[in-house]
């Protein structure tokens, strides 16, 4: 697997296995979890760095690392929805 998709099964241990499944059947849902990954690496960078941006860009990536975890959450949830269909009459 692909390093976002090993950082996603970290981050949301109790859906790792989840995360693997569909991260087997979905480049998407890999790109997504690359996103995760990426924009969570760069909070860390903007936590541990003096510029003068500092707060600004702390802000944006908490808010952005934020918005990816919740597209996870609901692909993830989305991806165990069985559709129930109407038997035919």
Known sequence: MEK?????????????KAIEE???R???FRDLCDD?????SEKLEWERSSGPDR???I?????LVG?????????????????FTRPRQ
């Open 26 to 28: 979905s480049e998407g």
């Open 36 to 40: 995760f990954a990426t924009a969570s």
């Open 4 to 16: 976002g998709v090993e950082f996603a099964k970290a981050y949301f241990k109790p859906r790792a």
């Open 67 to 83: 918005s990816l975890q919740i597209e996870i959450e609901q692909a993830l949830d989305q991806a165990h929805v069985v559709p």
């Open 55 to 57: 707060d600004e860009r």
């Open 22 to 24: 569909l991260a087997a």
């Open 59 to 63: 802000g944006e990536y908490t808010e």
